[in-house]
């Protein structure tokens, strides 16, 4: 396997998590921007969760209209600089552009994004201001890529926001849970300052929503809350071991490798257990951490893992093992983890299936369980009147609002996880609804 050596330096660990979209230079965005055949349906745009007009913006690139361009993203997607970088753009607008079917590689629109946006943001060019103001104002419960989506869409309709977060830092999966080699904290709270300074938005951090006495004063104090609080921590799996030191969450393991870099340990062997493009981070940042062995586990084959083919790809190129049709029985150890034990799986008509006496043990030193995040289910119980579905999440109409007619929500707590684009267009979307709610009432 491809090994990397410990990082004990933040060069080092830069070394190890070379970003996989580096930013472009003037000269590369020029050639890339000419090779866009600016077509006239655009499948690139249909493909867009936030329908940016892509054609448009690359043109704009193409004729050194860098400024235009930034424009053009940000008028559709609040966090157009972040997208660029962390989109699965293969499978969105990427994955649509019709080089796919001439055997030519397509344009590398999320670069091009990212060059426009991030290119703008450091000229610290004035793009947008608050809108006159309506006498209404608005609280937004997370400032993660719908929060803060919603939060700069109502100021530019004249709508006074406030932002409240639980941690110290704003952007929430994007900063904390999106792995390093894919965008860094700079540039992710460069985009979000940037955006406060132009629109006037006031995040309060550290300032969790966990009562239903903060809620009756946001209430009273709020003309609308909208709520985009994401996911909770890892979901447990209920096995035997699960306790012993050196088991952790693949959400707790990414947001610390975030936060403390080269300084966060990681052991020898690691056996991380899942499928979803979560699995493959916490896999391939624990290979890039120095670990001699990672092994990828799943319980079903590799057809029915939820990760797009290329974080895979992403994860074995770093060296990391995997191992498919395996479930977990049993975390193995005397106080600290030194194994898994496994059963041998197969499908009968769609149902998973255990071989019976097929078990046997990794070894390994460390676990990260990539297993999903649990949902805000209290938290949801603390408003009145939510409705939420089966399966934990706030059921909206097409404004997004809520059942509680005062409570608009979006991102994680509407669609259970989707990507940072999808947040950022719901978001967006309830911050109209909010207003055509308020001018109706």
Same mark, same amino acid.
């Given at each position: 396997?491809?090994?990397?050596?410990?990082?004990?330096?933040?060069?080092?660990?830069?070394?190890?998590?070379?970003?996989?979209?580096?930013?472009?230079?003037?000269?590369?965005?020029?050639?890339?921007?000419?090779?866009?055949?600016?077509?006239?349906?655009?499948?690139?745009?249909?493909?867009?969760?936030?329908?940016?007009?892509?054609?448009?913006?690359?043109?704009?690139?193409?004729?050194?209209?860098?400024?235009?361009?930034?424009?053009?993203?940000?008028?559709?997607?609040?966090?157009?600089?972040?997208?660029?970088?962390?989109?699965?753009?293969?499978?969105?607008?990427?994955?649509?552009?019709?080089?796919?079917?001439?055997? &030519?590689?397509?344009?590398?629109?999320?670069?091009?994004?990212?060059?426009?946006?991030?290119?703008?943001?450091?000229?610290?060019?004035?793009?947008?201001?608050?809108?006159?103001?309506?006498?209404?104002?608005?609280?937004?419960?997370?400032?993660?890529?719908?929060?803060?989506?919603?939060?700069?869409?109502?100021?530019?309709?004249? &709508?006074?926001?406030?932002?409240?977060?639980?941690?110290?830092?704003?952007?929430?999966?994007? &900063?904390?849970?999106?792995?390093?080699?894919?965008?860094?904290?700079?540039?992710?709270?460069?985009?979000?300052?940037?955006?406060?300074?132009?629109?006037?938005?006031?995040?309060?951090?550290?300032?969790?929503?966990?009562?239903?006495?903060?809620?009756?004063?946001?209430?009273?104090?709020?003309?609308?809350?909208?709520?985009?609080?994401?996911?909770?921590?890892?979901?447990?799996?209920?096995?035997?071991?699960?306790?012993?030191?050196?088991?952790?969450?693949?959400?707790?393991?990414?947001?610390?490798?975030?936060?403390?870099?080269?300084?966060?340990?990681?052991?020898?062997?690691?056996?991380?257990?899942?499928?979803?493009?979560?699995?493959?981070?916490?896999?391939?940042?624990?290979?890039?951490?120095?670990?001699?062995?990672?092994?990828?586990?799943?319980?079903?084959?590799?057809?029915?893992?939820?990760?797009?083919?290329?974080?895979?790809?992403?994860?074995?190129?770093?060296?990391?093992?995997?191992?498919?049709?395996?479930?977990?029985?049993?975390?193995?150890?005397?106080?600290?983890?030194?194994?898994?034990?496994?059963?041998?799986?197969?499908?009968?008509?769609?149902?998973?299936?255990?071989?019976?006496?097929?078990?046997?043990?990794?070894?390994?030193?460390?676990?990260?369980?990539?297993?999903?995040?649990?949902?805000?289910?209290?938290?949801?119980?603390?408003?009145?009147?939510?409705?939420?579905?089966?399966?934990?999440?706030?059921?909206?109409?097409?404004?997004?609002?809520?059942?509680?007619?005062?409570?608009?929500?979006?991102?994680?707590?509407?669609?259970?996880?989707?990507?940072?684009?999808?947040?950022?267009?719901?978001?967006?979307?309830?911050?109209?609804?909010?207003?055509?709610?308020?001018?109706?009432?």
């Amino acid at each position: 396997m491809a090994e990397y050596d410990k990082p004990t330096s933040e060069a080092e660990f830069q070394a190890n998590f070379k970003q996989k979209k580096p930013l472009m230079n003037p000269t590369e965005a020029y050639y890339e921007s000419s090779r866009c055949l600016f077509c006239y349906d655009a499948p690139c745009i249909q493909a867009c969760p936030t329908g940016i007009d892509i054609p448009l913006f690359i043109k704009q690139i193409q004729t050194q209209n860098t400024t235009g361009a930034a424009k053009t993203i940000f008028d559709s997607n609040w966090l157009g600089n972040a997208c660029g970088v962390v989109c699965p753009t293969g499978v969105l607008c990427e994955g649509a552009c019709v080089y796919n079917h001439q055997d &030519v590689p397509p344009i590398q629109i999320g670069r091009l994004q990212n060059y426009a946006t991030y290119t703008t943001m450091e000229t610290g060019k004035q793009l947008y201001a608050p809108g006159p103001s309506i006498g209404k104002k608005v609280a937004v419960v997370g400032a993660g890529p719908a929060g803060i989506a919603c939060a700069c869409e109502l100021r530019t309709l004249g &709508v006074e926001v406030d932002i409240f977060e639980a941690k110290d830092k704003p952007s929430g999966l994007t &900063v904390y849970g999106i792995a390093p080699y894919k965008i860094t904290n700079a540039e992710v709270l460069k985009e979000v300052a940037y955006l406060q300074e132009q629109l006037g938005i006031k995040i309060h951090y550290n300032s969790p929503i966990n009562s239903k006495e903060q809620l009756k004063t946001l209430e009273a104090d709020y003309d609308a809350i909208f709520l985009g609080v994401g996911l909770g921590k890892t979901a447990t799996l209920n096995l035997e071991g699960e306790h012993l030191d050196g088991v952790q969450g693949a959400v707790e393991f990414i947001e610390e490798l975030r936060m403390k870099h080269h300084k966060v340990e990681v052991a020898d062997t690691v056996v991380v257990i899942g499928g979803g493009n979560t699995a493959m981070d916490a896999a391939s940042e624990a290979a890039r951490m120095g670990a001699k062995k990672v092994v990828l586990a799943y319980r079903r084959d590799k057809n029915a893992m939820g990760a797009y083919g290329f974080e895979y790809d992403l994860a074995i190129s770093a060296g990391v093992d995997s191992l498919f049709n395996a479930t977990p029985l049993q975390i193995v150890g005397d106080g600290k983890v030194n194994g898994v034990r496994f059963a041998k799986t197969h499908s009968v008509n769609g149902e998973l299936k255990i071989v019976e006496g097929s078990e046997f043990t990794v070894d390994c030193d460390m676990v990260i369980k990539a297993t999903g995040q649990a949902k805000q289910g209290k938290f949801y119980e603390l408003v009145n009147h939510l409705d939420i579905d089966q399966r934990t999440r706030v059921k909206v109409n097409e404004s997004y609002q809520t059942s509680n007619p005062k409570y608009f929500a979006g991102g994680d707590a509407v669609n259970g996880g989707a990507e940072v684009v999808n947040a950022a267009f719901e978001g967006k979307m309830a911050a109209q609804g909010i207003l055509a709610w308020l001018k109706d009432k």
